[in-house]
């Protein structure tokens, strides 16, 4: 079985707060992290806490956040002389429950689905528009009702095509069979649960296992071999169309975007960075770390205010910054309040040494 553990190696002008890393690191960004990674073991020992990040005050001065189940949750008011904020999120979880993934399309905040286009849900034209249902068939073994998202194409130095998503969607926590399984477009919960098998793109080629057992994690990400037939390279015209091949490290403020399965196209802001975060699957809860915390973002009058940004079966999804499409990260886990995602360089790096080729983001060219 090939797989990898970490051992081997818009509304851009309207943002709240948005600032260049070089800012926010004269606000006190390193001196932040540096009493986030102390007092982290404290932090989780109190009950309801289930993340924690770096994230910025109205000020621009770098803070500790602190993300609870519930608003009953104590935190202190400071660590190691840095503020500390706490963020009701309520439970975090991966998305992977089919009653989370019930739900009609275009219900996102930014136009995509709302304004009469794309049915992600829908059996697409072939090549298929990334954002799209998909799903999983396993010859060896019971297949699940399911549907999550097709994130991108990528592309390797080998010139073989992949379809980028989640462990938990297309090896369904760590259960693929590299080589056996296939890659299927709608997932069948978006079928009436019957498999089609000429609704087949690909075929799956290597995931990174997730860690159950207290150790961190880092990405939740699998790769299926495909053809420039069978999976495009852009997500639909009225979404935000191709992502650039040029990555982009995730800074607080920054406005981003995704186009999914469930919620189509939704606009948002990075919350916290360098975000350890409990996360819940099917399976148990896994610890991550370096993670990314998005909250969606809408106009509302001349304010923006905070909105959904994923649902349940948006897992998978590409997000990339508004204006010029740069990949940013690869949503995987969240709730209503907040969404997270992996940086998508670490994603891209532990992929390329699992595949044994250079992976980069498609974008067509």
Known sequence: M?????????????????????AFGQRGLDRALEAQRAHNPNFFQVEGVVATGVSVDRAGNAVIKVYTENAGTKVPAFANGVAVKKF????????????????KPGRGNGGGGDSGGTNPQTRLARPVAIGASIGTYRPSAANACFAGTLGC???????????????????????????????????????????????????LSGFVPIKFNGQANFIDAAVAATTVADTGFASPAEAYGAPSSNTQSAYVGMPVQKFGRTTSLTLGEVDAI????NVGYTAGSALFENQIIIIGKRQRGRKLVDATFSEGGDSGSLIVTQGNNNPVGLLFAGNSSVTIANPIDEVLTTLSILNGTVLSVDDGN
């Open 2 to 22: 090939k797989f990898l553990n970490r051992g081997l190696l818009l509304l851009t002008a309207v943002a709240l707060f948005v600032f260049s890393n070089t």
């Open 274 to 277: 360098n975000v350890t975060v």
């Open 153 to 203: 194409r990528l592309k390797g130095s080998d010139g073989q095509r992949y379809i980028l998503s989640n462990n938990h969607v297309i090896a369904e926590e760590n259960a693929g069979s590299v080589g056996n399984d296939l890659v299927i477009q709608p997932g069948t919960l978006d079928n009436d649960c019957v498999l089609e098998l000429e609704d087949v793109i690909g075929s």
């Open 88 to 103: 009701v999120a309520g439970p975090i979880t991966a998305w992977d429950r089919p009653v989370d993934q019930m739900k």
